[in-house]
């Protein structure tokens, strides 16, 4: 069973950057499939940008261009490099990797995921 522990939340204004950090362990080999979910106050779960473990990356409309997904293989670790930072980004942030034998993973389908305990990200105006 996969852990993960995610690093990395806080406050910034509006513009702001932040780096979030996701520490994998407890798999073998690369997971077929990691993401970053976020979660606004009221408001579902969304998937802001996936990887492969070819690390081909997929991302959010409302992300895209603005958040960079990567891994290193070799640490185990996940990151979302996250710029130009708007108050509607706010939300907690979930690092999620796919469980050995799911074939699917489309960005933002929420089954069949191991989770971290979150990450809180604050954009003030």
């Known amino acids: 069973q996969g852990h993960l522990v995610e690093s990395g939340g806080g406050s910034v204004e509006t513009g702001g950057s932040l780096r979030l950090s996701c520490a994998t362990s407890?798999?073998?080999?690369?997971?077929?499939?990691m993401e970053w979910f976020r979660q606004a106050p009221g408001k579902e779960r969304e998937g802001v940008a996936k990887?492969?473990?070819?690390?081909?990356?997929h991302y959010a409309d409302s992300v895209r261009g603005r958040f960079t997904i990567s891994q290193d293989k070799t640490k185990n670790m996940l990151y979302l490099e996250m710029t130009n930072l708007k108050p509607e980004d706010s939300g907690i942030y979930y690092c999620a990797s796919k469980r050995p034998g799911w074939q699917s993973c489309q960005l933002g389908d929420v089954e069949g995921f191991n989770w971290g305990q979150g990450t809180q990200v604050t954009v003030s105006s």
């Open positions: 407890g798999y073998l080999g690369t997971p077929f499939c």
């Open positions: 990887i492969l473990a070819d690390d081909r990356t």
